[in-house]
């Protein structure tokens, strides 16, 4: 445990390089329109649904991103 507590920091730049990495590995089809429920084809909206390697990426992203998350809250209890 001492190991995790002493090199937190070195921890945290590595799991937010790979969270950066994942997220523009994702493709993005909408547009900030589109983020907020208006999009331009709306009668022609068909839900993405993931599959393959989109889905595995989709999901590997939430899991850093919560190992980056409770990465930030021990530094900040333990600091």
Do not use: Y
């Not at 393959?52 to 209890?77: K, W």
């Amino acid at each position: 445990m001492d190991f995790i507590i002493s090199n937190l920091s070195v921890i945290q730049v590595v799991l937010s390089i790979i969270l950066v990495v994942l997220i523009l590995l994702q493709r993005s089809e909408d547009s900030l329109g589109g983020v907020f429920g208006g999009g331009g084809n709306d009668e022609l909206a068909v839900k993405n649904v993931r599959r393959g390697a989109e889905r595995t990426l989709f999901r590997a992203t939430i899991l850093v991103a919560i190992l980056f998350a409770v990465s930030v809250l021990i530094s900040t209890l333990i600091g």
